[in-house]
């Protein structure tokens, strides 16, 4: 069971006097983030309700302790799952999360990350759910040309659908607050990575790299290798979302570290003890070539990374190696 250090917090009762335990909504709970925060809200003392349709979400990250509806978000009976259940907070992970893969369906990417959404907001005002906190992106909203370190105050230009409808309901949740009153935070993630991790996924090269070296695969490296990336480690991204149910506003959630691919190759190289020379294929149009997120703003609310990258990555192999 993961640990919470530095917080003695507890949200387990709700206030005036009632008895019930306070109950908050997950969806995506069953995917690499997703299940993480819900073993952590239970730890918490939280009653935690998990929306995921499984089609990246894996039963086997399901947690036992939580309830769980395999439904789509944009289903017309979640609403009735949110009046059941008495949600108070919602943690909203459930996406498509592929970038190429927006650009190729920027319409499919909508309906996922945008309308799907609404229909979640719009369930949240209708049952009084006390906050709405979003996983968004900080590697693809903020665009080219900005500052490194990236701070919450830089002008977002997203590049990418992916991006595009990430930065729609950051403004959407602004109305939702305006005219509804539905109080929300918004953590801008850099790349996550850890234990449970979908190597399948583009946005898991660390979990690809892995894999790739256990099955004795081919590493294929996009480029030089030379574009950076911040890796965060998932138990610090879960640390974030506890911390956001006493704030309100927008976060990057990152290290502060730019890492390039080849370094970072280099350390998996080293951690599983092999030496492979990779395949460098072609520069991939589009893609950022540096990205990295100051974190000054959630620090200075108490958020502290407690794994830096060799420790996670340390964690990450033994995991992928079991």
């Known amino acids: 069971m993961i640990g919470w250090k530095n917080d003695q917090r507890s949200f387990s009762r709700r206030p005036k006097g009632s008895n019930e335990t306070m109950k908050a909504l997950v ?3 069953a995917g690499f983030i997703g299940s993480w925060l819900v073993g952590g809200l239970i730890e918490k003392g939280f009653e935690v309700v998990i929306l995921d349709n499984l089609s990246t979400g894996k039963r086997e990250n399901l947690n036992d302790k939580a309830k769980f509806y395999e439904i789509d978000i944009s289903d017309k009976e979640v609403c009735g799952i949110f009046e059941k259940e008495k949600i108070d907070y919602v943690f909203h992970l459930a996406a498509q ?11 499919d990417d909508a309906k996922i990350n945008i309308l799907a959404s609404l229909n979640l907001l719009n369930c949240c005002v209708k049952n009084n759910v006390k906050k709405f906190i979003f996983s968004s992106t900080g590697g693809a909203i903020y665009g080219e040309d900005c500052e490194i370190p ?9 590049l990418s659908p992916y991006g595009i409808a990430k930065l729609s309901i950051e403004n959407y949740l602004r109305f939702y607050k305006k005219v509804f009153g539905l109080d929300y935070v918004v953590l801008r993630y850099a790349n996550v990575y850890g234990p449970r991790q979908n190597f399948k996924g583009e946005a898991g090269v660390i979990a690809l790299f892995i894999n790739n070296v256990l099955e004795g695969k081919e590493i294929v490296i996009n480029g ?23 704030l309100n506003g927008t976060f990057n959630v990152g290290t502060g570290i730019e890492t390039n691919v080849n370094e970072l190759l280099k350390k998996i190289k080293e951690l599983m003890e092999i030496n492979i020379d990779p395949k460098h294929g072609e520069e991939i ?38």
């Not at 999360?97 to 319409?107: D, F, G």
């Open 285 to 322: 149009s589009g893609e950022l070539q540096r990205s990295c997120l100051d974190i000054t703003s959630l620090k200075e609310k108490g958020w502290e990374i407690e794994c830096g990258l060799e420790k996670g990555l340390k964690e990450t192999v033994e995991f992928f190696k079991k």
């Open 150 to 158: 990236t701070s919450e105050k830089e002008k977002e230009l997203p």
């Open 97 to 107: 999360i592929n970038v190429r893969e927006s650009i190729k369906n920027p319409v």
């Open 27 to 29: 969806t995506g709970g």
């Open 224 to 246: 030089s290798g030379n574009q950076t990336r911040d890796y965060v480690y998932v138990k610090d991204v879960v640390k974030a979302n506890l911390l956001a149910l006493d």
